[in-house]
Antibody, heavy 127, light 110 residues
């Protein structure tokens, strides 16, 4: 059974750095073609993809947020960590981690879907 | 700043059918698999359709997906009150090298 669980602070001060951890079970991120992503959703708004990390440590970031984001993994702990610097009230959102189901062809890796999601963690940015 | 465009809302009576469109471009829908996600009120999104038209185990066949060119469509037949939710399309964008979601569609059962 695959499960994902996000954890992190519920309240962050403006200008601080946010660190979120996704702890997962039921699969290994050290095996091809495993991959994980972070997504967020401001209250009442649409989903926004943030970042992705692959089994081989390839990383991808939202073009609008890439200067503020860092994604990393600890395969021994089955964890993926997202840090976001210089937090602002507009970053108030529920943050989700999700498993990326992808496949490999000779031309590279291709995404099927984000097939398993965590329950999300709500982050408020306020002083 | 969603890259994929969906209608804000659709509605129909119980038992009826609704369709939700998702419009993109050649860099996303046109050359990558489309997925659909269902988000019930107060819960995390759940995968509903993957690879344009495939259903994960446990998803009833009342839900269907299709893709043509740079657009995709989600269909829900035999509408039930439990289908009231927000629905999002999603796919990889090869130009952005990132995953993109639709603007989201709220389904209301009248």
């Amino acid at each position: 059974q695959v499960t994902l669980r996000e954890s992190g602070p519920a309240l962050v001060n403006p200008t601080q750095t946010l660190t979120l951890t996704c702890t997962f079970s039921g699969f290994s991120l050290s095996t091809s073609p495993m991959s994980m992503s972070w997504i967020r959703q401001p209250p009442g708004k649409a989903l926004e993809w943030l970042a992705r990390i692959d089994w081989d440590d390839d990383k991808y970031y939202s073009t609008s947020l890439k200067t503020r984001l860092t994604i990393s993994k600890d395969t021994s702990k089955n964890q993926v960590v997202l840090t976001m610097t210089n937090m602002d009230p507009v970053d108030t959102a529920t943050y989700y981690c999700a498993r990326v189901n992808q496949y490999y062809e000779s031309s590279g890796y291709y995404v099927h879907a984000l097939d398993i999601w965590g329950q999300g963690t709500k982050v408020t940015v306020s002083s | 700043q969603s890259v994929l465009t969906q209608p804000p809302s659709v509605s129909a009576a119980p038992g009826q059918k609704v369709t939700i469109s998702c419009s993109g471009s050649s860099s996303n829908i046109g050359n990558n698999y489309v997925s659909w996600y269902q988000q019930l009120p107060g819960t995390a999104p759940k995968l509903l359709i993957y690879d344009n038209n495939k259903r994960p185990s446990g998803i009833p066949d009342r839900f269907s997906g299709s893709k043509s060119g740079t657009s995709a469509t989600l269909g829900i037949t035999g509408l039930q009150t439990g289908d009231e939710a927000d629905y999002y399309c999603g796919t990889w964008d090869s130009s952005l090298s990132g995953y993109v979601f639709g603007t989201g569609t709220k389904v209301t059962v009248l």
